[in-house]
């Protein structure tokens, strides 16, 4: 069997893991900070706040943002549900922007047009959550440009980009947006089991996802209202949740991020051979930009006859090659059609759904096996 993505776990990530189960510390010890800091470095941010899953990072990213009743976000219909729900979770409302087909991000020019058409509305969102979809960075410097002519935040779903790079910066170290969230889900770039992380250059924001992903409680003396009673003294300072991530996860996460080098170069490699093995098939991969480094998190392609795509994917499938398809449009998903969103709403989007298939992607699938995965997607569509 041939899985869409997997994760890959070495010797020495077993070793990490054993032995802080060895340690005083199982949660909340030295590996939390270590990985926070570890990560910070990488992404050139000054803060980073790791939590239980991205999804609980993108529900405190937009509470630090003061995200709650009445406010509205946006973000890509092409995601996983998670980048709607978090501002869902806070009581907002939410909108999408439709994407460009051939990057499957988020379209300027379709954000561009909602906004003029907002401000004439008087209903300007709060927040944008672009998503870089697939790995490959949304255009972040013509958003930001948006951001400052109509005043909302951004908050970056880099649940797909760990490691990948914009204009030459690391994404997340929050030159363009103000908070940027990633996954460390077994399927993505580097894993911790479940988890994810907020980064941040601002220290009022880190400070509230802190307090935040630990019931809102805060043991720092400078944010406290009047003086401690002694050294056992907390305060709750709001109303917060248990969103935090284990020593036992971070330690792995610890060992992953030494590896995330060969393991985006692996990646790389492999989107680059399926680039050249997929010519001449009557499918297009997704564009990619040239100043964005994508951190291939899926290799998707977008088959040139839409009405194929059942019979592809069962015949990949019967052959044990489990592609998948990203995304089932959010506001096609019964919670928000509920909410009235419905089919039509984002075109390219829907269109992308129609089309779209996505091909094994891991730093583990060996050579052999992406020529298998290629010349059976050869005889599905030939056939
Ligand atoms: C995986 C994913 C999430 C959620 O990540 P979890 O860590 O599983 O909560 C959010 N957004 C996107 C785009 C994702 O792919």
Known sequence: MIPYGRQSVDEADIQAVVDVL?????????????????????????????????????????????????????????????SANCARMCGADVD?????????????????????????????????????????????????????????????????????????????NGRYADIAVFSFHPVKIITT???????????????????LRSHGI?????????????????????????????????????????????????????AQQYHDLLRGLPLQPLSQHPHRSSAWHLYVVHLDDAGHRQQVYNHLHAAGIKVNVHYIPIHLQPYYRRLGFGPGDFPMAEEHYRRSLSLPLYPDLRNEDQKTVVETLRSAILQ
Not at 116 to 121: F, N, P, V
Not at 202 to 208: E, K, R, S
Request: aromatic letters at 6%; proline letters at 3%; a negative charge.
């Open 96 to 172: 999408f922007v439709d994407i460009g087909l051939s990057s499957a991000n988020m379209s300027v020019s379709a954000l561009a047009e909602k906004l003029a058409l907002a401000e004439k509305a008087g209903r300007l969102p709060q927040v944008v959550i672009p998503v870089h979809f697939a790995g490959q960075p949304c255009e972040m410097a013509e958003i930001r440009v948006l951001a400052e002519r109509y005043g909302f935040k951004i908050i970056e779903d880099a649940s797909h980009a760990v490691g990948a790079a914009y204009r030459g910066d690391p994404i997340g």
């Open 22 to 82: 060895r340690s005083d510390w199982l949660t909340q010890g030295p590996a939390v900070a270590g990985f926070e800091e570890a990560v910070a470095a990488h992404c050139r941010a000054r803060h980073a706040v790791a939590v239980n899953s991205a999804t609980s990072a993108l529900h405190l990213a937009c509470l630090a943002l003061g995200v709650g009743k009445g406010s509205l976000v946006w973000t890509s219909p092409n995601s996983f549900v998670a």
């Open 218 to 270: 805060t043991r720092d003396v400078s944010r406290m209202e009047g003086a401690a009673d002694g050294d056992w003294y907390y305060q709750q300072l709001g109303l917060g949740f248990n969103y935090r991530i284990t020593d036992i996860q971070a330690a792995l996460g610890i060992s992953q991020l030494q590896r995330l080098d060969a393991l985006l170069a692996r990646r790389n490699a492999l």
């Open 193 to 211: 089991g479940e988890g994810g992380m907020a980064l941040t250059n601002d220290d009022v924001l880190a400070g509230q996802m802190r307090s």
